[in-house]
């Protein structure tokens, strides 16, 4: 059982560049979410989905676009890179609860992100 | 100042020690309370979950909601070197996103 994989875990673009990175759970769970941490200001939502069909902007939102692609996968687009999306990207997912409403939230291990 | 403030350390204790780790916070509607343990370069992982105030044990780790304060704490006892990493509280008023600290690291030493 592989819970929350996402890919790729290393990526260093230049500014101005675009990517997608890619998310699936395998625990049929309704609700997923794209995190980014930064040191200092902890887990900060970007945008979550909380069901098929459905997305919704988080608390950080600007640079970047989702995808629902299906219920077991949700990805993260960064059109046009800036060097202020460094960061640590990590994908979620929870059983019900568009933001974690009372439910065990799983996350993936991590995308690791530079912009030069 | 933000919703929930937590001390990001480091904490460094010997083995055998008890750790405590504690977050406050301002929102009065919280009554989801959870820790997560995210070790280096990986993801967290859920480590204990309360709901409302009180007390909850499991092995060597006790959570404590105290809501009059707005305060809540990790105890980990008998600290081991494998319980260095970061922990991260959590909190959520149900319908509502959950809001994370910062996270403290800790550091068991042998």
């Known amino acids: 059982n592989a819970g929350v994989t996402q890919t790729p875990k290393f990526q260093v673009l230049k500014t101005g560049q675009s990517m997608t990175l890619q998310c699936a759970q395998d625990m049929n769970h309704n609700s997923m979410y794209w995190y980014r941490q930064d040191p200092g200001m902890g887990l900060r939502l970007i945008y979550y989905s909380a069901s098929e069909g459905t997305t919704d902007k988080g608390e950080v939102p600007n640079g970047y676009n989702v995808s629902r692609l299906n219920k077991r996968e949700f990805s993260l687009r960064l059109e046009s890179a800036a060097p202020s999306q460094t960061s640590v990207y990590f994908c979620?997912?929870?059983?019900?609860?568009?933001?974690?409403?009372?439910?065990?939230?799983?996350f993936g291990e991590g995308s690791w992100l530079t912009v030069v | 100042q933000k919703e929930v403030e937590q001390d990001p350390g480091p904490l460094s204790v010997p083995e055998g020690a008890i750790v405590s780790l504690n977050c406050t916070y301002s929102?009065?509607?919280?009554?989801?309370f959870m820790w997560y343990r995210q070790y280096s370069r990986k993801g967290p992982e859920l480590l204990m979950y309360t709901y409302s105030s009180g007390n909850k044990e499991d092995g060597r780790f006790t959570a404590q909601v105290d809501k009059s304060s707005k305060y809540i704490s990790l105890f980990i006892r008998d600290s081991q070197p494998s319980d260095s990493a970061t922990y991260l509280c959590a909190m959520s008023g149900g319908y509502q996103k959950v809001t994370f600290g910062i996270g403290t690291k800790l550091q068991v030493i042998p």
């Open positions: 929102n009065s509607a919280f009554q989801y």
């Open positions: 979620a997912s929870s059983e019900t609860g568009g933001r974690g409403y009372g439910n065990t939230i799983y």
